[in-house]
């Protein structure tokens, strides 16, 4: 599974972005996807998750309500709307799919995703 990350940029505070993570394969519709986000000196946290059959979701406290995590199979796509960005947003975003779920299941866990995307940068400005 290839992961390719996209959309990241520099925006003022109250602004918004939209991240995108194309993925390879056939069997995109079978993963749990999620988002992870790293600051700098700090370590990687979770984001946001988005289970196999879609209608489940499930974000971090520092994110609910601002950011929307959604998916589209048929374009082997999952995307994350940020809204009302913070500078404390700032940080690289990271998709990862964990191929080894199934259903409803969802998990903020790092260990949990088996695949990684490269990143991509969001800067928010004050």
């Known amino acids: 599974v290839q992961l390719q990350a996209s959309g990241g940029g520099l925006v003022q505070a109250g602004g918004s972005l939209r991240l995108s993570c194309a993925a390879s394969g056939r069997t995109f519709s079978s993963y749990g996807m999620g988002w992870f986000r790293q600051a700098p000196g700090k370590e990687r946290e979770f984001v946001a998750t988005?289970?196999?059959?879609?209608?489940?979701?499930y974000y971090a406290d520092s994110v609910k309500g601002r950011f929307i995590i959604s998916r589209d199979n048929a374009k082997n796509t999952v995307y994350l709307q940020m809204n009302s960005l913070k500078p404390e947003d700032t940080a690289v975003y990271y998709c990862?799919?964990?191929?080894?779920?199934?259903?409803?299941?969802?998990?903020?866990?790092?260990?949990?995703?088996?695949?990684w995307g490269q990143g991509t940068q969001v800067t928010v400005s004050s």
């Open positions: 990862a799919a964990n191929t080894r779920t199934y259903g409803s299941n969802l998990s903020t866990l790092t260990r949990s995703y088996d695949f």
């Open positions: 988005i289970a196999v059959s879609g209608g489940t979701t």
